[in-house]
């Protein structure tokens, strides 16, 4: 559209601040493709896009400014290319980078008049909010989940902002659960995704996949010799004397020895805690050469005329992908110079790895079984993005951008897009925006907030790693204790502090009523840490914030089993409590429609929920 229609369809005040708009687009996947199409024909010529990601085939569906031949290139430097055919006037420039660079500072973001943001994920939201916020610039902040999405702006003083509100804790289970006790598909998925890590990716102890002898539940949980199982197999042989990984190149990852360990010796070794299976129904060993028969299955796989990833597999068939996965791993392991895979759902076979683990597993516990579509879908929480959801939002986002430039914030509005209509008949819902929150850890004149935990055991490391950086979004905290005598606990300067990393908070003196404030120069925030210690907390329990919304209940077993593929499985009801956000729910009270699903990130191809 050439310039004169545009100023026809805009009228010349508008069009002359469009053109004169210098804009930041922070992603460029599934609504960044949409959202920097819509803007070049919408007059704007002064662009900067960064988005860190490369090109995957399985983005080519939905957005529609890459093809076959980009894939493997930096999604905003083909984004910008592809955009310029649509306006060669528009100047744009391509970042292939991570937003949180340093180079990325407050005074780069003052340099736009208007923030966009197309992101995947919760913490660099919250890092370009803080951005903003630090350089007084407005944001439109988005986000989709299959049929739903949302947008809203966010401007310093006059709105809430992405953290005004606490967010729900992410879905996690307990390791005994996932390691001896199983009831749901999602903790055998689990447990496979942790194997593939024991066996062929980065080992994190915390993962183990060996029966959890530390139970509370099994009255006779010390090490107990599996009767029957060889010396290279036994359960307790295998955590006393070597890793999962140091197992498993001793047997020279035989399918066999494999097999049989995780399948039939270690469960002989669970069923050794009788009390495990009181009111359980005890798990079945598999014997590697003498599998159930399923032939009915078998048959299934090639008459029925189902997609291959939705048809499910037989004992048999799952005992065999997972002998053939095992060498093809095994052999990818080893070509790589660390030593180490990571674990990728895309890649077809380490997703038939953990599809057929977690199926044997499921079976020897009595759970039903899931299509490798499903096990996909549970084992990177996910739902398939709508290439017209996506379309959708974007155009909202332009709509709100041009209010924001005719500086009627007051007119802007948060719009939900939902799945069905409405009682008015509407599947698009605005909503006013809601004032800040005089609580706000981060938007607050003077942000507070209230930790326990227990002093005695949480150490600085993990109040580093665990709170402050992944809790409360600090990219380089600094933290000092505010006892008069200017304590410093944590620096940003490497290697200052990090002989404090592994003592416990109590040996600084630490305790209730204790006050620690951390400085973020690059985010120019801070933010106050109010002490309650506490001997109480659950095990697996670090800390609690006051007035975070608590993770949700994990859904009954009968939700799990019969939930479709469209529903993306563990699907969890929102949280009263949480009116809303961007990424996270869309709607709330009477006149806000709440959905079903509280949205946690939306990525290019997926979106993870909670």
């Not at 991570?98 to 992101?119: C, D, G, H, R």
């Amino acid at each position: 559209m050439g310039s004169p229609a545009l100023k026809a369809a805009l009228g010349d005040d508008l069009h002359s601040l469009v053109s004169n708009c210098k804009l930041l687009l922070v992603g460029a996947g599934g609504i960044g493709c949409e959202l920097l199409k819509n803007l070049v024909l919408s007059g704007f010529e002064q662009i900067d896009v960064i988005d860190l990601d490369t090109i995957d085939v399985s983005n080519l569906n939905r957005q529609f400014l890459f093809q076959k031949r980009h894939v493997g290139k930096p999604k905003a430097e083909v984004a910008r290319d592809s955009a310029l055919s649509f306006n060669p006037r528009a100047k744009i420039t391509a970042h292939h980078a991570s937003i949180f660079n340093q180079e990325y500072s407050m005074n780069f973001f003052k340099e736009f008049t208007l923030v966009l943001n197309a992101l995947d994920n919760k913490a660099a939201r919250s890092h370009v909010n803080r951005m903003c916020l630090a350089a007084n610039v407005p944001l439109v902040e988005s986000g989709t989940a299959g049929y739903l999405g949302q947008v809203t702006v966010i401007k310093k003083g006059e709105t809430e902002c992405y953290d005004c509100l606490p967010k729900p804790t992410a879905k996690t289970f307990p390791g005994c659960t996932i390691r001896n006790t199983p009831s749901e598909p999602i903790h055998c998925i689990v447990w496979a995704k942790h194997l593939f890590n024991q066996l062929f990716g980065e080992v994190d102890a915390e993962n183990e996949v060996a029966p959890d002898t530390n139970d509370p539940e099994a009255s006779n949980g010390k090490a107990i010799a599996t009767e029957g199982a060889t010396s290279d197999s036994t359960a307790s042989s295998t955590t006393e004397a070597f890793s999962t990984r140091e197992w498993a190149e001793r047997v020279d990852y035989s399918p066999a020895k494999i097999f049989t360990k995780l399948f039939h010796d270690d469960i002989v070794y669970l069923l050794s805690m009788e009390n495990l299976w009181k009111k359980r129904r005890a798990p079945i060993p598999l014997q590697f050469d003498n599998l159930p028969s399923e032939a009915e299955l078998d048959s299934a796989r090639t008459s029925n005329g189902r997609l291959k990833d939705q048809q499910m597999w037989s004992l048999q068939c799952a005992a065999d992908t997972l002998g053939r996965t095992l060498g093809v791993l095994k052999v990818a392991r080893q070509q790589r110079e660390d030593k180490q895979l990571v674990w990728d759902k895309d890649e077809e076979d380490c997703m038939d790895f953990v599809t057929a683990v977690a199926n044997l597993r499921a079976h020897v516990f009595g759970i039903k079984r899931k299509s490798r579509f499903d096990c996909k879908s549970m084992a990177g929480n996910i739902i398939p993005a709508i290439a017209t959801t996506n379309a959708v939002i974007a155009g909202l986002v332009v709509m709100e951008a041009f209010k924001i430039l005719q500086a009627r914030i007051s007119d802007c509005k948060t719009i939900y897009l939902n799945k069905q209509p409405n009682f008015s008949k509407k599947l698009l819902v605005p909503c006013s925006l809601v004032e800040p929150n005089a609580k706000c850890y981060v938007c607050s004149s003077r942000p507070e907030v209230t930790l326990t935990l227990n002093t005695n055991t949480l150490t600085v490391k993990v109040l580093e790693d665990r709170i402050l950086k992944e809790k409360f979004g600090l990219v380089a905290p600094d933290l000092e204790i505010l006892d008069g005598k200017g304590t410093i606990l944590i620096s940003s300067e490497e290697g200052d502090t990090e002989q404090n990393w592994p003592k416990p908070l109590s040996n600084f003196g630490i305790a209730s009523g204790c006050r620690l404030q951390a400085d973020d120069f690059f985010q120019n925030y801070q933010l106050v840490l109010n002490i309650e210690h506490s001997d109480e907390l659950a095990a697996d329990v670090d800390y609690m914030v006051e007035g975070d919304v608590p993770p949700p209940e994990p859904a009954a077993p009968s939700t799990a089993a019969t939930a479709t593929a469209e529903d993306a499985v563990a699907v969890v009801p929102a949280v009263e409590s949480v009116k809303r956000r961007a990424d996270e729910e869309l709607v709330p009270d009477a006149k806000r429609v709440r959905p079903d699903t509280t949205i946690i990130a939306a990525d290019d191809d997926i979106m993870v929920i909670s």
